[in-house]
């Protein structure tokens, strides 16, 4: 189920990270992920819509110091009017609910969680839900899917996890754009974690697509500016990749930093939403996922 042509993009992502300053051609980066330049090309813009050169450009540090000067005050804005933006190609609408005290401490007993492998753009994904929605989303690597797997199931080690290939297909086609229907009905989440780590993930959501934001600005936004590292760590715990896009945090100089699911790929998601944005054009600038928070009961 694994996307193979993600598997070359990542490849020539990788290639073009680390010879970023060389400026490296077309013909370059096609023989090192044994293509032909046509064939590169072709199958680059099929997946981010714009040339390898252009992309080029979304990956270099001026391009993410531009994202966070621009991005300074977006937090800010979207607290005010309660929503991340003023639309998005495939707009999402994800209503947050928080587990009570009480289901965060059995770790999920009594709960039953459907999981399944699910192809994206950016690889193979781990998708677990519950009749209450979305509970973990994670990108996985051929060769990892045991490990993902299995922490999973330390995660929820009090619920009953079944294996479900269809289990939330048609969510992730909506999450990443692959579904056109203009009125499809908001995304669940059910998120698991103290009052602080929620906050810091239901600021995440305010983040417009094709934005950043430092970690500096995060912590400020959620009211704890001297808290930089513990809202660090908070993202890092982010239990539902793309959706809640902590993929959109950059170290204050620009740097891509970490993330959970490997720096490649955030170096890819980022990109390609810019390219998803400028795409779009000016009526259509980009927005994270707009969300109804339910209030629930918190840590």
């Not at 680059?44 to 005050?73: C, D, H, I, M």
């Not at 998005?88 to 209503?95: A, E, Y």
């Amino acid at each position: 189920m694994d996307n193979p042509d993600y598997r070359r993009i990542e490849r020539a992502i990788n290639y073009l990270a680390e010879h970023v300053a060389a400026q490296p051609s077309l013909d370059e980066v096609a023989e090192h992920i044994g293509l032909s330049a046509y064939h590169f090309q072709r199958l680059f813009k099929s997946w981010a819509g714009v040339s390898p050169k252009r992309f080029l450009q979304y990956l270099t540090v001026e391009n993410a110091k531009k994202l966070l000067r621009e991005s300074v005050s977006v937090l800010d804005a979207a607290l005010d009017v309660g929503l991340s933006g003023p639309g998005r190609l495939h707009d999402l609408f994800v209503s947050v609910e928080a587990m009570t005290p009480g289901e965060y401490k059995n770790q999920g007993t009594d709960l039953q969680v459907s999981y399944g492998f699910q192809p994206t753009p950016f690889g193979e994904c781990l998708l677990a839900v519950t009749s209450r929605g979305i509970c973990s989303l994670g990108f996985v690597d051929p060769e990892n899917r045991s490990d993902a797997l299995g922490a999973l199931l330390k995660t929820w080690q009090g619920a009953s996890l079944v294996e479900n290939p269809e289990a939330g297909k048609n969510t992730v086609k909506q999450i990443f754009g692959q579904n056109n229907d203009q009125t499809q009905t908001p995304i669940q989440v059910v998120l698991r974690g103290t009052n602080f780590q929620i906050k810091v993930w239901e600021a995440l959501l305010r983040i417009p697509e094709g934005r950043a934001i430092s970690y500096g600005c995060l912590a400020a936004a959620v009211g704890h500016p001297g808290a930089h590292r513990a809202v660090g760590t908070a993202v890092g715990h982010n239990p539902i990749a793309y959706l809640i896009p902590c993929h959109r945090v950059l170290r204050n100089n620009g740097e891509i930093g970490g993330y959970h699911w490997g720096s490649t790929r955030k170096r890819a998601i980022l990109a390609r939403e810019a390219a998803v944005c400028e795409n779009a054009g000016p009526h259509v600038k980009g927005s994270a996922g707009r969300f109804a928070d339910k209030q629930g009961q918190r840590l």
